[in-house]
C-alpha cells in the first residue's frame, strides 16, 4: 500500500527493495498513565481500507481496524514507557523511546522507518524520516496511530477500574476540568506524571498541608 510519499522516497526501478515501517505514539497529552507507541510494516497486496489518523475515527472504527492491521500488516509491535520514565525523561523523549522500543519489536526487521511529527527517535539501529501529519499521510503510520491508540485507551480503562474516582474512562488522563476538578478533590495518585504542572500543583498544595 505505497502512497506518493513512499514512492518518492524509493522510485520504482530504483534497484532498491525497502521494508518500510511507520511509528507513531498515543498519550503525550494526558497528565497520567504510560505513553504508547506502535510501529508497523504493512503488507502491499493485503491493502487495509479506512486507515487515517486515529484521532479523526470514532472508538467504533478504530476498534474494527486493530484486528484488520493485525492480521494483514506483515509485522507489528507496541510498546510504551512507563509513568517513572516520563517523568525522568520528559515526555517528548519518553515518546521516542516509546518508538524506538516498539520498531524494535517487530518480528520483520524494517530498512527504513517513518516516524510521525518532527523528530526522530535517537539510537534508532535504520535509517529513519519524520512525517509531520504523517498519521494522516502515510498508511503505515496512521496504522501504527491506531493500534498505539487502542492499546493505550485500554489500559486506562484499567486504571479507572483501579483508581475510578479520577473518571479515567471518561478522559483517558488528559486534563479535562473534570479530571481537574477529581485531582484535586482525591489528590495525586500513583498513575499520574508528577512532572505535569496540574500535577506538581496538587502535590505542592499536598505538602504544605503536610508540613
Known sequence: MADSLTLSLFPE??????????ADEAGRGPIAGPVYAAAVI??????????????KLSEKQRDALVPEI?????????????????????IL??????MKRAIESLSVRPTFALIDGNRIPKGLPIPAEAVV???DKVPEISAASILAKTTRDAVMMELHARYPEYGFDRHKGYPTAYHLQQLEKYGVSPVH???YAPVRRILGKQSQ???
Request: aromatic share 4%.
Open 42 to 55: 504493512l503488507d502491499p497486496d493485503n491493502p487495509i481500507e479506512g486507515l487515517k489518523d486515529s484521532k
Open 209 to 211: 498541608k503536610g508540613g
Open 193 to 195: 506524571r508528577r512532572s
Open 133 to 135: 501529519k504523517g498519521d
Open 70 to 90: 493485525k492480521r494483514k500488516a506483515k509485522a507489528w509491535a507496541v510498546a510504551c514507557c512507563t509513568i517513572k520514565e516520563i517523568d525522568q525523561l520528559n
Open 13 to 22: 526501478g530504483s534497484g532498491t527493495v525497502e521494508i518500510i515501517c511507520g
Open 93 to 98: 523523549w519518553a515518546s521516542m523511546l516509546a
